[in-house]
């Protein structure tokens, strides 16, 4: 049984790849959905993303200066945190906030742990928690698409006119789960949600975008499917039960897959490989309990959407995920 194991020192690494090679597939992954916040919110998603990036690889150099530890900005994974932290935020969010998000999430995020490998929680998801809780308002504002509107007027929820032009389809969904009844009106946009012309964030509305990023990085084989598989098959089954409830308090499985930040959930920010579980049964447990916290906030819980606290509460039970998972050694289990 052990012929075909080859016995060499470390790094034991089959395939010829570098940090900065899987962050350049990331990035590439990426690119339909800043095109689409592009064609959608036009010059502000192009400013948002490029302060997020700058601000972001700047906090890193900074921290490392500080530190006196090597340059890390080479791996390219402060641009990835910044790009997604841009893709998670309002188009109308302040360049100032989006400055102060980007430090927080690599210096708070990451480099407090002591750098790219070493971080419990991931850290663009931990720059947005940090924006929500100081600036609510500023991250509840949102803007019509261009599409709609060339002039992107400021929009809120209490705006009821049109519902492409409501704050997000889930406001609408939360607005149906007290009254009992409207969610027809979110299932009806589910074309608009597939192609992105809707309210919400830089990154969460076009879920065509998103899906071509996610199909790239399973074809290049950055990500595995197991993740992405377990966080919408649990997150539909949910809201599949609900939907057979009652179909006018609560929206349609599409609906929520479509809405919010859960296909960018799924595919880049549940996947991180440093704040994810490494076995394969580990990363089914913890895309379960991604998509089905996702939508228990969603479903029964005061805040809209539940990605990024869903994403930020298993990253904190992973390193027990990893030791209940524990991988038989080769030769099977020792003797006790």
């Keep these: ?53 700058i601000s972001a690889v700047a906090t890193e150099w900074l921290c490392n200066v500080i530190r006196k530890k090597p340059n890390s900005i080479g791996d390219l994974s ?37 750098g790219l490998g070493a971080n419990i929680f991931n850290p663009a998801m931990v720059g947005r928690a940090f924006l929500t809780a100081s600036f609510g ?23 009821k006119i049109d519902a492409r032009t409501q704050a997000t389809p889930l406001s609408w969904s939360k607005e149906a789960v007290k009254t009992k009844q409207g969610a027809d009106t979110v299932n009806s946009q589910i074309k608009a949600m597939f192609k992105g012309e809707v309210g919400g964030c830089l990154g969460e509305t076009s879920a065509l975008a998103l899906l071509l990023g996610g199909v790239y990085l399973l074809i290049r084989r950055t990500i595995t499917p197991h993740i992405p598989l377990a966080v919408m098959a ?10 057979f409830i009652n179909n006018q308090a609560y929206i349609s499985p599409m609906s929520h897959l479509f809405s919010g930040g859960l296909l960018i959930g799924a595919f880049f920010i549940a996947t991180d490989p440093v704040t994810a579980p490494l076995s394969k049964k580990g990363m089914w447990i913890f895309g379960i309990g991604v998509g089905t916290i996702t939508m228990l906030i969603r479903v029964l819980g005061e805040y809209p959407e539940g990605v990024m606290y869903s994403v930020l509460l298993m990253n904190g039970v992973t390193p027990l995920i990893d030791r209940l998972c524990k991988p038989t050694p080769a030769g099977g289990k020792p003797n006790v």
């Design 1 to 53: 049984m052990f012929k075909n194991i080859t016995v060499s020192h470390s790094p034991h690494i089959s395939e010829r790849l570098s940090t900065r090679m899987v962050m350049f597939d990331v990035i590439i992954a990426l690119v339909p959905a800043m095109i689409a916040a592009g064609c959608y919110f036009r010059i502000r998603a192009a400013i948002l993303i490029a302060t997020c990036v």
């Design 137 to 159: 308002m500023l991250m509840t504002t949102w803007t019509v698409p261009a599409t709609i509107d060339p002039s992107m007027p400021v929009i809120s929820a209490e705006n």
């Design 234 to 243: 649990s997150a539909t089954a949910f809201a599949t039960i609900m939907y």
């Design 78 to 114: 402060a641009v990835i945190t910044g790009i997604i932290l841009a893709l998670s935020v309002p188009p109308a969010l302040p360049v100032w906030a989006a400055i102060i998000g980007s430090a927080v999430a690599i210096a708070i995020g990451k480099m407090v742990f002591g």
